[in-house]
């Protein structure tokens, strides 16, 4: 063969390959292959993890295409790297079993090759211990598919060489054993034959003490952990039941039981494992097992520690629940012991129920005693010869089996314990002698106190969701149901006569006239499927009157007026079946009574509606409320001082579950803990707002504390103080949660009931500020903890707008620093007004939304509320949208209703909004008239009578709304650009700041107008982000993004980020590449605006012009020499020419340092 490792081939994809003969072809592919997947398996050593997964997943892949290719290299590469470590073995192993079972068939002598080398691993001591030998063994398990009497015969070799076996083979064979998708039915057939063989030769190894003594070693050895089944200790105890089984020396069989008894009892795979041989070895030697299980019983630590309550807790752990082993160990010899067990069974059963009541009660003691019933039960229902015999204990093990029943907690539904017990019962009702109707009373009336009076399925879940690992309630509560009804079903089944009929339903009556819903709907339920089993299976006895039927109907009939629509359901199908079973009573024809019920127009509306949704509070709403609010205490205490991750998850799954149905009682808790938030509170904040529908219920309510304010003035008591921490929690919780991806859907839903409730907040805490302080004992607690409510406040606002998605608005704001209008109750109008422009003048998605949300608020009681909305309505009379909402005479209305209200600041906003040009268009019309007067006050030589003139022009523009300025927009603007670099920096400030308002006043309209204007104004503006005055720089930043906006500018948002946060050379980069980018047609109006400011007497504005320059020259080269004109090349370096002369080096150096790069260049060009 080829060596892999000296192939270096790569497919040909010539049109010489053609011309290959085929066979050296395929050759030549086979070679390639190889090579290949060679190279996978070395690969398969590398530390990298990541990339092992990915060789895996191509082995894996390769193996489908060419599976014998892949073994065959797996087998050379063991033989050719006999040094590779232990780890890559280890990986090797892995891949070579996932091939093997996803083979449908393996090679003969391929099978043997990988047999053999899984033995060769299987007993090797590496540093990956079991691990190692482990993957290894499941080689071979995986060739138990495809070699099945091969694998075994190897097996069935290195069991029997007189030397203990090795801990792998014991994990082979009990995978084997306990694994039942590994064999076919006739496989595990012959596997129960050849084990018991293998017992039978092994029992020549218990007199070599050697043998002997790693046998017992390797029982006594503990389990890795209690949790985990071990397979070798599993097949240990089945071994050692074998070779019990088929020993014949009396003696030494009770030896060694004794002897395993004797070990420790404290681990669960130890008790069933004890057990297990004992019910094996009991199958031959059915004395031997009981007299040793009698003897242990009655004599040592076992005896001690019977009917000793008091002691229980302090006891050694190895005895506790010795117990449970002898009630698992009896169970395990009635299975095990089949017909034998019959005459038995009174003397096991009596034990059990000695053992159960006279032991420590647990959990674990339940548990075994339910398992050795069924297990009892299950043998002797398998026994045809059952029904010759009487069963005296049936009725003692029935009144315990009634004890578990009544000790499962009533108002939870946790575990297959109740099904278990009616089961048990199920078959012990159908033994000798028949029960006598006092004992079968006391078991309907226990049944049906247990399962009828669960609470809802809703409530049962609420109770799971706080357990680490939470039963499927939906089919455990069915599989409860099933159980009762199979119970019902035997007792009636035994004594088939309308007499025990009506004794069965008569422990129903109370249950059928219940006042709770659930519990009615259960009983009829279960009365309904006993009718039903009657009626399909017509078993009842025939000779006997139907007597005491008008009981029964009349309380059927009764029902089917129950309020309950799934109740009147089922009630007719009890109706229809007790029919058809009185027909069959009478010897007649049996028919549907209600031919159509299941296709009726009635119940075809029942079947298709929706479930009834349940009240979220109970009769007493008091515990309850305390009830919930326990549980969610408990829960925070838990979560915060745990720090299992695990623990943490289940926690806040139960939350998210119970957060479902108690929405408004957790809020209230977690409020406690929500001032300040710290990581662990948000945590359970996000885990409430988990579930889609959830989460807008948890802001509904947050919003409700929020709006739940003492008066200003009077937080002094102690009620008071509890409100007003509540609503400040409520408002840190809201600005928290705005981040938190679970809120996002619900937090745009209600954009506009936050944004209006956060704002009214902040004018609230304006209030409270100015208003007289609560007496600080009263508060030197908590306001430790409150960092600023209106700083909080106010980036709760913040965030909003910019999480929600409105970064436009945010933009808007954050460039005109308007968030510090909002600093001081003076300002907070003006702050507000500016939030509702810039919705208007973005063109917000919420307006609609908050339009009828500020109508709604203008409504409200609290004046603050009304303030808030009347400033939004007023100012939304701007936008397009109200008039498409609204007709003129509704929202004239709403303005003359402010004229009326007692607040003059409302009175006003009223007034303003009275004067908005939509209720006149003459008004634009006489507005834009004066504009041209107000032009020739922008010369006037007092600065501030230039600054008045150009804040009115700024209030008509803002008056003009959607109509705008018209035509005159050109003339404004080159206007204004004459002051851009006017030395007065308060008229600099205005003019750049009223360019901004004209871009806005003009988008969205006619762009050729005012599009050259925009073009020219962007490299003042960008020159001037270096301004000496920081209120010029302020209103270069919105006037630049502005302009960028109405140029539908690429990456605006980046944009308005390194405008607002940015400063230094990447800020001014970045703004150069969007200018030179989007303004590529202007190029040279820019260059020679820029070669303009070179000029300028100020070193800042000449320093970001020659910023700009150089990285035209370094970056865009070839754009001076091809997009310039001849004029502007001389200009240009004239301008670098005269640099060189300038008094400052930094200047200097510029210039010559871009001379010589330009004539580089230019050089190049030519």
């Known amino acids: 063969m080829v060596k892999p490792t000296s192939i270096l081939l790569k497919k040909s994809h010539s049109n010489q390959a053609t011309l290959v003969p085929q066979n050296h072809k395929i050759f030549m592919e086979e070679a390639y292959n190889t090579a290949i997947c060679f190279k996978l398996l070395r690969d398969l050593g590398s530390s990298d993890i990541s990339r092992v997964k990915m060789v895996t997943k191509k082995l894996n892949n390769m193996a489908k295409a060419e599976q014998n290719m892949v073994l065959e290299t797996i087998n050379d590469y063991f033989v050719d790297n006999l040094e590779i470590s232990a780890r890559h073995k280890y990986r090797l192993f892995q891949i070579l079993e996932n091939i093997i079972l996803d083979a449908t068939y393996i090679q003969e002598d391929w099978g043997e090759r990988f047999i053999g080398l899984a033995l060769e691993n299987m007993t090797k001591t590496t540093e990956l211990e079991d691990i190692y030998q482990d993957a290894a063994s499941n080689v071979l398990l995986a060739m138990c598919k495809h070699s099945w009497n091969l694998v075994f015969s190897k097996l069935e070799e290195d069991f029997l060489t007189g030397i203990f076996p090795h801990r792998s083979l014991l994990y082979v064979m009990g995978i084997i054993s306990t694994n039942d998708k590994l064999l076919t039915p006739a496989q595990r057939d012959h596997w129960q034959e050849q084990l018991i063989q293998i017992g039978a030769r092994s029992v020549q190894f218990l007199t070599v003490d050697g043998w002997a003594k790693s046998l017992m070693l390797a029982v006594m050895k503990p389990d890795r952990t209690y949790l985990e089944q071990n397979p070798e200790k599993t097949f240990l105890f089945i071994y050692y039941g074998m070779i019990l089984r088929a020993a014949n020396n009396s003696s030494m069989i009770r030896k060694h039981l004794r002897s395993l008894l004797d070990t420790s009892h404290q681990s669960l795979q130890q008790r069933e494992g004890i057990a297990l041989t004992i019910g094996l070895t009991a199958a031959r030697h059915l004395d031997d097992a009981w007299a040793v299980l009698d003897q242990f019983g009655r004599t040592g630590p076992l005896k001690r520690t019977l009917n000793n309550f008091s002691i229980k807790e302090e006891e050694d752990p190895k005895w506790k629940w010795a117990s449970s082993t002898i009630l698992l160990s009896y169970g395990q010899m009635a299975a095990k012991a ?130 680490a690992d939470p039963p499927d309630i939906q089919k455990l509560y069915m599989d409860t149901m099933s159980a009762l009804d199979d119970l019902l079903q035997s007792l009636i089944t035994e004594n088939p006569k309308p007499e025990e009929l009506h004794y069965l339903l008569g422990h129903m009556y109370s249950w059928l006239v219940s006042e709770k819903v659930h519990e009615r709907q259960r009983a009829v339920r279960s009365c309904m499927v006993l009718l039903k089993y009657l009626a399909q299976k017509a078993c009842l006895d025939t000779t006997e009157e139907f007597g005491r039927i008008g009981h029964l109907l009349g309380t059927l009939a009764m029902l089917c007026q ?76 838990h979560f915060i001082s745990i720090e299992a991750v695990n623990i943490k998850k289940k926690i806040l799954k139960a939350i998210t579950l119970i957060s479902r149905y108690h929405t408004q009682d957790l809020v209230n808790s977690f409020l406690e803990y929500s001032l300040p938030l710290d990581r662990e509170t948000i945590n359970l904040w996000r885990a409430m707002g988990a579930e889609r529908l959830t989460a807008p219920k948890v802001l509904h309510e947050l919003l409700i504390k929020l709006q739940e304010r003492p008066t200003p003035g009077q937080v002094k008591g102690a009620t008071e103080i509890k409100i007003y921490l509540d609503s400040l929690a ?113 063109s917000c998605s919420q307006v609609k939304a908050l339009l009828y949300q500020t109508i709604s608020n203008m409504e409200a009681k609290p004046e603050r509320d009304k303030k808030v909305a009347s400033l939004f309505f007023t100012e939304f009379l701007n936008s397009p949208v109200i008039l498409e909402e609204l007709p003129k005479q509704a929202i004239l209305s709403h303005l003359h209703q402010g004229l009326t209200d007692l607040n003059p600041a409302i009175r006003v906003m009223s007034l303003q909004g009275l004067k908005n040009v939509i209720f006149d268009s003459e008004k634009g019309n006489l507005l834009r008239a004066q504009l041209p007067a107000f032009l020739e006050g922008f010369y006037s030589e007092n600065e501030q009578v230039v600054i008045r003139v150009m804040s009115t022009v700024a209030d008509v523009l803002y008056c003009l709304g959607q109509q705008g300025a018209g035509h005159q927009c050109q003339e404004i603007a080159f206007n204004l650009r004459n002051f851009f670099d006017d030395e007065r920096d308060n008229v600099r400030a205005s003019a750049i700041s009223l360019f901004g308002d004209l871009v806005i006043s003009m988008e969205g309209k006619d762009p050729y107008t005012m599009k050259p204007q925009v ?66 047609g202007e190029f040279p109006v820019h260059l020679s605006q820029a070669l303009k400011y070179l000029h300028s007497p100020h070193r800042n504005l000449k320093l970001s012009a020659a910023l700009f320059i150089g990285y035209t020259i370094c970056y865009y080269p070839d754009a001076i020499f091809q997009k310039s004109s001849e004029i502007d090349l001389t200009l240009f370096y004239s301008t670098l020419e005269e640099l060189k002369q300038d008094p400052e080096q930094t200047f200097r150096d510029f210039a010559t340092r871009h001379s010589i790069f330009l004539e580089g260049a230019s050089k190049q060009m030519v």
């Open 562 to 637: 129950d309020p309950d629509k799934e109740i009147q359901q089922m009630v007719l199908e009890a109706i229809n079946y007790l029919y058809q079973i009185l027909l069959y009573q009478k010897g007649l024809e049996t028919s549907v009574l209600f031919r159509n019920v299941e296709h009726s127009e009635e119940t075809q509306s029942l079947s298709i509606q929706e479930p009834i949704p349940m009240p979220e509070i109970p009769v007493n709403p008091t515990t309850h409320i305390i009830k919930v609010s326990d549980i969610s205490r408990t829960l925070y205490c």
């Open 338 to 467: 089949k017909e034998n067990i019959l005459p038995w069974v009174d003397n096991i059963s009596s034990r059990m129920v000695f053992y159960f009541r006279s032991s420590y009660w647990d959990d674990t003691l339940k548990q075994s005693f339910l398992e050795a019933t069924l297990l009892l039960v299950g043998s002797i229902s398998r026994n045809e010869g059952a029904h010759s015999y009487e069963f005296t204990q049936v009725p003692e093990l029935i009144d315990s089996l009634l004890v578990l029943m009544k000790k499962e907690p009533q108002d939870t539904l946790c575990t297959t314990t109740r099904q278990q017990v009616m089961c048990a019962i199920s078959g012990l009702c159908k033994l000798r002698p028949m029960l006598d109707a006092k004992r079968k009373s006391k078991i309907l009336f226990t049944c049906f106190q247990s399962v009828f009076k669960l609470p809802l399925k809703e409530a049962l879940e609420k109770h799971t969701c706080l357990l």
């Open 1015 to 1080: 073009h020219q104004s962007l490299i003042p503006l960008l020159v001037h982000l270096k301004d000496k005055c920081p209120a010029v720089i302020t209103k270069c930043k919105f006037a630049f993004y502005r302009c960028a906006v109405f140029l539908n500018w690429k990456l605006r948002h980046t944009l308005f980020c390194t405008l607002a946060w940015e400063e230094g050379l990447t800020a001014r980069h970045f703004l150069w590449t969007s200018l030179m980018e989007n303004g590529e």
């Open 730 to 842: 409520a408002m840190n919780t809201l600005y928290e949660i705005q981040y938190s991806r679970e809120y996002k859907e619900a937090v745009r839903n209600w954009y506009p009931q936050l944004l209006l409730g956060l704002l009214t907040q902040l004018h609230y805490l304006f209030e409270l500020s100015m208003a007289e302080s609560p007496k600080k004992s009263e508060l030197a607690e908590d306001a430790e903890t409150i960092a600023s409510p209106q700083r909080t406040s106010l980036n709760s606002v913040k965030s909003l707008l910019y999480t929600s998605g409105h970064w436009k608005d945010f933009a808007h704001l954050e460039l005109q620093e308007a968030w510090n209008l909002f600093t001081n109750f003076e300002t907070y109008h003006q702050g507000v007004t500016l939030i509702a422009r810039a919705m208007v003048q973005n």
